[in-house]
């Protein structure tokens, strides 16, 4: 079982940038795909980028294409999403996810979550 840390959430201006990272506790985490999902409140928890275990292939969300880039290095077991251009709309809880199959859009692909984090992004 792997264990997921994320950190690097905050507070930020709309138009400024913020860069999560999700560290893994195990060094096998660099065999799984991981992904980065969010929840805004009352809504459902959505995803927004994924990339393969070796951070070759990666997909986004429409919604912030252009702005958040997935990559990783996996000899530091850490995952990262820079997240550019921040819209108020882009405020919510941010997970980290892992799963040993394919990085999809699809929630339930993952098995191991983080606790999650919040990024703000003010008018």
């Known amino acids: 079982q792997v264990q997921l840390v994320e950190s690097g959430g905050g507070l930020v201006q709309a138009g400024g940038s913020l860069r999560l990272s999700c560290a893994g506790s195990?060094?096998?985490?660099?065999?799984?795909?991981t992904g980065w999902f969010r929840q805004a409140p009352g809504k459902e928890r959505e995803f927004v980028a994924g990339?393969?275990?070796?951070?070759?292939?990666?997909l986004y969300a429409d919604s912030v294409k252009g702005r958040f880039t997935i990559s990783r290095d996996n000899s530091k077991n850490t995952v990262y999403l820079q997240m550019n251009s921040l819209k108020p709309e882009d405020t919510a809880l941010y997970y980290c996810?892992?799963?040993?199959?394919?990085?999809?859009?699809?929630?339930?692909?993952?098995?191991?979550w983080g606790q999650g984090i919040l990024v703000t992004v003010s008018t």
């Open positions: 195990k060094g096998t985490f660099r065999l799984y795909a």
């Open positions: 990339c393969s275990w070796s951070g070759t292939n990666t």
């Open positions: 996810a892992a799963t040993l199959t394919s990085a999809t859009e699809v929630v339930s692909s993952y098995n191991y």
